[in-house]
């Protein structure tokens, strides 16, 4: 039906009816009032949702299809309801000529994602049903090596993830054009006469130049005051820093068990699913108000700070490893449930902080070391607000670059981020040194495209070409073979292998098991997976050059994807943990002996949240199909003329089976950490 739409149907069949026909007999009735009336309330959104979704979950009905499994007739009734309510369910989406819109643009995005929801929970009950749902398949012949109940499963499993494509595709196309930035009459004349006059390099130097303005955060007269204030930012950064060394003195010093301690709950549990959903929401606030470089400004006013970075140490090499050592630690050490390992790695941390930018110049920690910043980094390649200039004109008539260098009152941009070459929130820590030292106000907290930048390859400041950077894509790797991993430690088969694995091996440690499982996961699975698409796409696109730029061009575009595992896994802890600071206080109150009425409240319980797994699965969906958009188009800039599918596919199939990978997760039962019950 789609396909039906797109085509435009009417124009054809009318032109070809015969003129007599089409005056007497089709003009009077296509203008009878009545008959347009009809027609409007038949493709209304709201008519054809229901009527798709009673079509599609009535028929699947085991009674009306064994009636159709049984009955020709019937069968064929059953597919001329699915073609006539599909067919109206995408007339909304597709407007054929001479339709109108009868809902806003923005609109038809909840109502294709609200259809894939449906899709969703017929597909889910047939791939995890422990029974066969229709008995008439259970006397047919089966392949070899099935049976009824795994076709059955494998059935549903192939209606949900690439029906599911079918409804995201067009959805996250929606989100991006409403997202995009709109222009003025003056841009596109501009962007006109660039198209006309100049060379295709130039011609996409001259599309960057032009200003598409979206909305300022610092705009708003009250908020823009207080966020750009860097008085704000030292009370954020020193309430949390107090929060940091109460949470080492109750690591240390409290009950070791995890949930009763504000070590085992406030940073596993309640500060990084705060700090994705910051992310993905706005920006990277916990960087704006990091304790850790808080402490390193305090430090620095004793240490000199006036060494260099070493040159061979400007790469993410250092972080991808102190992030896989992560990782594996927290399996290997149970890091979640032991306050007094929490307290030591926190006190390591303001360590770290404090020694590196203490000796060296600018944010050395924070570009090149910190492993929560390189998380926070790559994730907010997909956040809606960035850091950027307001006008392009206005910084090429600026001779103070005050933006970078600083000034004597305020220091500039420490991570070297020069504001006019400056794409995309990478190595951008929020913390508004640039804003503040700007002279003429030309900075601000703008909205962009969620992950606009990464299917793009040119020059960025202190960043370089993604092509290029081959410890960039391995950091992107890590981070979203990790948010997989991380969360499918937590399930009940993983463990169960896990456990299997080390009563098989009786001679090795829990730690080395997970060591070697953690090393196939996060280092030989992403280095097959990464050459094997991208040797792929060069053989089927005709790409020219080497393996290595299009792996790492194509590496960016997995990060959407990382990034929704990471939320719905966070999201699932925040959510079934979120009352739990609340007895853990009290009992820091009575061993103040602050005046608290009667015990802890350790039987208080977080109320159930029954839409928690279709936020997981929605986060999952959005997450695919904004990655299979961004390679999409990273291959069709990479690909000969006419392969760009071909070109595409590799890591279409690699996205795909990631996806597969993240709802099996959050349909297995996970371990509730940082809980007693």
Known sequence: PPLLLLGNPFLPLLTGLPRPFVREVIRP???WNACKRFGRWLTNPKVTWILFVVMTLGWHAPPLYELTLRSPTWHIVEHA????????????????????????????????????????????FLTFSDRVVYPTYGLVPQFPGMNPLSDQHAAGAIMWVPGSIFYLIPAGFL?????????????????????????????????????????????????????????????????????????????????????????GTLPWTHWRGLTVLALLV???????????????????????????????????????????????????????NSPWLTAWVIIGYFVAAIVVDGFFRG???????????????????????????????????????????????????????FQP??????????????????????????????????ARDYFRSSVGRFAERTDLAALVLVLVFGAFLNAASMTLPVENVLSFSRLTLDLI???????????????????????????????LGSIAGTVRPIACRFAMTLAPLGAAMWLAHFGFHLFTALLTPIPVVQRLFLGLHIAVNGSPWWNLHTPAIPQLLDFQCLTLNLGLLVSLYFAWKV?????????????????????????????????QPMEMRGMLH
């Open 363 to 417: 944010a050395s920690f924070c570009k090149y070391v910190c492993p929560i910043g390189q998380f926070h980094f790559v994730q907010s390649l997909v956040s809606p607000f960035e850091v950027k200039t307001r006008d392009l004109d206005v910084c090429h008539s600026c001779k103070s670059f005050d933006c970078i260098k600083g000034n004597q009152q305020q220091r500039g941009c420490e991570l070297r981020l």
């Open 421 to 454: 070459k400056k794409e995309s929130n990478l190595d951008c820590t929020f913390c508004l040194d640039c804003v503040r030292a700007c002279p003429h106000d030309n900075i601000g907290i703008i909205t962009v495209t969620p992950g606009r930048t990464l």
């Open 29 to 31: 009735f296509l203008l």
């Open 81 to 124: 309801c699915f073609l006539c309510s599909s067919t109206l369910f995408w007339w909304p989406v597709i407007l054929p000529w001479p339709s109108r819109p009868q809902w806003p643009e923005w609109a038809i995005i909840p109502y294709l994602l609200l259809a894939d929801v449906q899709n969703t929970v017929v597909s889910a």
């Open 282 to 336: 706005v920006g990277n606030f916990f960087c704006f108000a990091c304790p850790f470089t808080f402490a390193r400004d305090l430090g620095r006013r004793i240490l000199p700070a006036n060494r260099q970075w070493p040159r061979w140490l400007r790469t993410k090499w250092i972080s991808v490893g102190l992030l896989a050592i992560y990782l594996w630690s927290y399996e290997a050490f149970s890091l979640w």
């Open 509 to 539: 440690s829990q730690p080395v098991i997970l060591l070697i499982f953690f090393s196939l996961v996060l280092g030989l699975l992403p280095l097959i997976s990464i050459i094997g698409c991208a040797l792929a796409s060069r053989r």
């Open 635 to 667: 291959s069709v800039s990479l690909a000969a003329k006419r392969k760009a599918v071909a070109a595409w596919l590799p890591w279409g199939v690699l996205l795909s089976l990631l996806y597969i990978a993240g709802i099996w997760i959050v349909f």
């Open 175 to 263: 989100a991006m054009r409403f997202l995009s930035p709109r222009r003025h009459a003056r841009e596109e004349f501009l962007l006109m006469q660039a198209r006309l006059n100049v060379s295709r390099n130039k011609r996409k130097a001259d599309q960057r130049e032009l200003v598409f303005t979206g909305f300022d955060l610092l705009s708003l007269r009250w908020v823009g005051r207080v966020i750009r204030s860097l008085a704000f930012r030292r009370v954020v950064q020193g309430f949390l820093f107090g929060l940091a060394i109460l949470i080492v003195c109750d690591g240390l010093f409290g009950p070791q068990i995890g949930p009763m301690n504000l070590a």
